[in-house]
Each structure stands twice: as structure tokens, then as C-alpha cells.
């Protein structure tokens, strides 16, 4: 990989953009390797995943303007595709993604932001969707997502208007959950990510499936996704362990995973 960085810390893993001249920023080849490093993630090994750009300045400062400048539309239509593909995976990722953003989150940065569960950020943050002022519209779920997180008047004065939103405005929002000095960004989402890999690792993974899943159908067959989720879980090891050891007063054993 010459883009894309992966370290399994524990039960935690981190995936770092690190393409640091161009601001991170997102070309075929950085979505390549980030669907590589996302496909080869054990879910053995790993129950949280953070996602982050290197540097000090840039989670990730959008798509590549160099190589999207040239395409046609038929081109201009198969790179969306490659970024909503990739995205996507990260969206229905089986576990938990945190995106610990570091600087700017523009264009496709606060694209990809947006299809991770969870979004904090540095107090350098800086979020925007440009794509209006070059002539083309967000390409990588931006139209879809930014509406279901914010709301969707907010959503359409930002898309079109292309305003910046500082990481504060991005916190009253709803657009990230928590704001952090950029010295003490990954720690905090180290903390994050490892507080949740202490829970049932097979629940966890119900959890975020049955709120995916529900999110895209009515309530009354959302609440049915719910039920065999729930269900489905009483056939773990991990289940009945805790269970038990709520009913005899005791500490549980850690999670196994099974």
C-alpha cells in the first residue's frame, strides 16, 4: 500500500490516508487501497476501526481535482461509482468506524466522514461540500447522507452554497459527536473505539446492522430487522456468559466473540 496505512492496536484498528502533499486528498488509487485495507480486516481480530488522514492539517481535502478535471461523463460517472462503492463498504462495514477527523473534511473528505458511524473531530476541523463551485455535484454520497444527518434545509444551503463549517458549527449540527484539541484527537478516539470493543462483539455487530437496515424501511418492518437480530444473539457463548453472570452477581468473563 502506498497510500493507505492499517495497525491493529489490540482489538482496535486504525486506517490512516496518509498521502500528505495533496492533503490526503482522494484519487482511484487512494479508493483502491482503502477497499483493499477494508476487505482484509479480520473480524477475529478486530471489533472497532478508526479512519484517519496523517498530518496535522487534512482528515481528507476532498477528490482529486487533477484527475477528475479531464473526465467525461461516462468517466465522470465510473469514478462516483468507485467512491460510493467504497464508501459504502465502510458504511455496511460489519463493525464500528470511527473517523477521528484531523483538519479539513471537504468534498469527498466530509463524504467519507459521513459514512463512518461515528465522526469526531479536531478543533481545526473544517467541513464543506465545494462541488458547486466547479461546475459538478457531490459525487460520493454527499447529496444523500449529508441531508439524513443534518437535516435537510441545513443540507441544501451547504451543498448549495458551499459554505466552510468550523468544527464547533459541525458539533451544534449533529454532523460529529464530540470536538477535541487536534494534540488529543487520537487518544480520544482510542478510547472510544476500545470502550466499545470491551462489549459483545457479535451484539455490537447486530446493533449497527439492525440500525442500517432499519434506517432504509418503515418502522414496522424495521422493528421485525430488530427482532431476528435480537434473537439471533441468544445463540452466543458470549450471551449466555454475561447473562449468567448478571444473575449470579459477578464480574462476566471478557468477551470471546462466539
Known sequence: ???????????VGI?????????NALNSEVLGELEQTFDSISLEETRCVILTGAGEKSFVAGADIGEMSGLSKAEGEAFGKK??????KIEAFPIPVIAAINGFALGGGCELAMSCDIRIASENAVFAQPEVSLGITAGFGGTQRLARIIGLGKAKELLYTTNKMKADAALALGLVNAVYPLESLMDEAAKLAEKIARNAPIAVRATKKAINDGMQVGIDEAIVIEEKLFGSCFESEDQRNAMAAFVEKRKPDPFVNR
Not at 500500500?1 to 482489538?11: A, D, N, P, S
Not at 486506517?15 to 492533503?23: E, F, H, P, S, Y
Open 15 to 23: 486506517v490512516t490516508i496518509d498521502r500528505q502533499k495533496a492533503l
Open 1 to 11: 500500500m502506498q497510500f493507505v496505512k492499517y495497525e491493529q492496536r489490540g482489538f
Open 83 to 88: 467512491g460510493n462503492d467504497v464508501f459504502r
